[in-house]
């Protein structure tokens, strides 16, 4: 199973980006969905997480600006930012807890979004 990001990249101040990850691979089911980002110096937090009947839960720092989704039958997660502030350049990491025949916590690559003043 692998997960594929794409979406970041540089945004000034109050601009906007949508990141998606998608998964691929032998999979029978995928669990929850999530991203994490790490900034440089500090340790990796979660953003944000779907779970598969779509309940979502977002950390305070990104919560009214952030909207995470899932399209199912594409086995993509993504990540809608908004209102982006240089607080959120880091590189953002997909997760998702995938069956095959276990279930195993999977994590994408790593995408970088920069937010410049």
């Known amino acids: 199973v692998q997960l594929q990001a794409c979406g970041g990249g540089l945004v000034q101040a109050g601009g906007s980006l949508r990141l998606s990850c998608a998964a691929s691979?032998?999979?029978?089911?995928?669990?929850?969905m999530g991203w994490h980002r790490q900034a440089p110096g500090k340790p990796r937090e979660l953003v944000a997480v779907?779970?598969?009947?779509?309940?979502?839960d977002y950390a305070d720092s990104v919560k009214g600006r952030f909207t995470i989704s899932r399209d199912n039958a594409k086995n993509t997660v993504y990540l809608q930012m908004n209102s982006l502030n240089p607080e959120d350049t880091a590189v953002y990491y997909c997760?998702?807890?995938?069956?095959?025949?276990?279930?195993?916590?999977?994590w994408g690559q790593g995408t970088l979004v920069t937010v410049s003043s």
């Open positions: 997760t998702a807890l995938v069956r095959s025949t276990i279930f195993h916590r999977y």
């Open positions: 691979g032998m999979i029978s089911s995928i669990n929850d």
């Open positions: 779907i779970t598969s009947g779509d309940s979502t």
